[in-house]
């Protein structure tokens, strides 16, 4: 920025300590956080055209009234341009043999006047479906495999409104305050919701199976939590971190088995009292190394005098968010030991995306993980990673595992369905149904992808040649 007459030197200095702080060079790549550098142009260009403190407020107030509708119009545009473009893309008409009554029954009269015997939008099928305005005649599932001849996958009004009321001021807050109401509402619902169709294991993170015909979920799950800590190389004593350690499975799993003294933290009390409960039940070995400990508490507020060997995050980081990612990572390189291991598990849309990915997207941040924007592709995670100052040492695709995991989680659920709709009501029960049996398709078709990455300090006095004794092959020490 080039500073001019008549500006006080007080002023300069205050301007380019701003610019320092709104244009960050890291890594070579530069970030500009665009509510920051439009609340300086606000203060900037007031201050300029101000000759008191009332024209400075009304000149304040005119650049916030500008930059809002310029911030309108571009929702706007970007609105009219997919809702046009996805309009485009998809036919209304029914193939032909295709009979809309074999697959469900639309209820409502306006509904039935608008879309019987035609393709209906995805968004406004599972929001009647949800409002009980549809009734299916098969396995939800079933009709999902050939939503393409019954659905349009196009962006409707109410997608949009979303979109600009709620989508984005997630994305741009992600202050704690906001986080906590977004995350807590959602897991603190009730263990016994989760518990309906996670099972006993009580993990919310992909599975590996090693035998699809042998292994269940609950071994799935056994073998996903031996497979990570084999892959960060835990060690009897070593202190490990998960953070969004959900309902402690991992962690005690972790302290029992591997001899870790293991810390847990998430901001659901509900989590913590499950985890609880479990150690009530079922305790630690006295005579053992290992312990756990799980807390409530925001990653934010993880002591910065901290030291871990090994830190692990399944499936969290989603709900950190894209403002707030790259000070997450630094958070967690300044956490782990010198020669520790970080282990990364994420989900995120392809970025060759397609309209039905959008569609789901829009979906799954309504109404299952809220503010969980930073659900990325993986080049963006692990250029997040580096730029930190990691360096990567594998990346593998689990997104097949992920799919029959939900799978498995949704045969679960329909198995309990008196119990769900008794105590949370029929449509909380047909909104995990949509969310569980099309996520499972989203992950085999490759809509969404789930990685695993583990990653360690980019410093030279790191000792990569353990990697040449690393052992046997990793699903082999399963």
């Not at 320092?20 to 665009?34: D, K, M, P, V």
């Not at 209304?92 to 043999?97: E, R």
């Not at 995670?381 to 949704?410: D, M, P």
Request: hydrophobic content about 40%.
């Amino acid at each position: 920025l080039i500073l001019k007459e008549p500006f006080s030197a007080s002023f300069k200095e205050l301007t380019m300590d701003v610019s320092q702080t709104l244009l960050l060079a890291e890594n070579g790549s530069l970030r500009i956080n665009l509510i920051y550098l439009s609340s300086f142009l606000i203060t900037y260009w007031s201050y300029a055209a101000c000759s008191g403190i009332f024209s400075f407020i009304f000149y304040a107030l005119f650049y916030t009234i500008e930059i809002l509708l310029v911030a309108v119009i571009a929702v706007g545009a970007f609105a009219a341009y997919m809702i046009i473009t996805s309009k485009m893309a998809f036919s209304s008409t029914l193939p032909s043999g295709t009979s809309q009554s074999d697959y469900f029954e639309i209820l409502d009269s306006e509904l039935k006047a608008e879309y019987g015997g035609k393709k209906i939008p995805m968004e406004t099928f599972i929001e009647a479906y949800f409002d009980e305005k549809i009734n299916l005649n098969m396995d939800l599932f079933e009709i999902l495999q050939d939503r393409e001849n019954l659905f349009m996958f196009i962006f409707t009004t109410d997608n949009v409104i979303f979109f600009a009321k709620k989508f984005i001021l997630q994305t741009i807050l992600h202050t704690k305050i906001r986080d906590h109401f977004d995350v807590t509402t959602t897991y603190n619902r009730g263990n016994d919701f989760y518990n309906a169709f996670l099972g006993p294991a009580m993990v919310y993170t992909s599975a590996i199976f090693r035998d699809i015909e042998q292994d269940d979920l609950f071994q799935g799950q056994i073998n996903k939590m031996n497979l990570v800590a084999n892959k960060v190389d835990l060690q009897e004593g070593e202190r490990h971190l998960d953070i969004g350690c959900g309902w402690g499975t991992f962690v005690i799993h972790c302290a029992r088995h591997f001899g870790t003294e293991s810390h847990g933290i998430t901001i659901a009390k509900e989590q913590v009292k499950w985890a609880e409960d479990t150690l009530k039940n079922d305790k630690l070995d006295e005579d053992a190394p290992g312990s756990a400990k799980l807390e409530v508490m925001d990653y934010r507020d993880i002591p910065e005098e901290n030291r871990y060997n090994k830190i692990t995050c399944l499936e969290m980081a989603e709900h950190v968010g894209v403002k707030n990612y790259q000070a997450f990572m630094k958070q967690v390189f300044n956490l782990l030991e010198d020669d520790g291991l970080f282990y990364i598990q994420i989900c995120g849309l392809r970025p060759s995306w397609q309209y039905e990915d959008c569609v789901w997207g829009l979906f799954m941040a309504k109404y299952i993980f809220p503010a969980a924007d930073a659900s990325c592709p993986i080049y963006w995670v692990t250029n997040q990673l580096e730029r930190a100052g990691f360096e990567i040492k594998s990346t593998e695709n689990v997104s097949i595992h992920y799919s029959h995991t939900i799978f498995e989680w949704y045969k679960n659920w329909l198995s309990n369905e008196t119990e769900m709709v008794e105590k949370y009501g029929e449509r909380m029960y047909r909104v995990w149904c949509v969310f569980l049996a099309w996520s499972t398709i989203i992950g085999y078709q490759g809509s969404s992808a789930c990685y695993q990455i583990v990653a360690y300090k980019n410093q030279n006095k790191f000792n990569r040649r353990r990697w040449l004794n690393y052992g046997k092959p990793l699903l082999e020490s399963l």
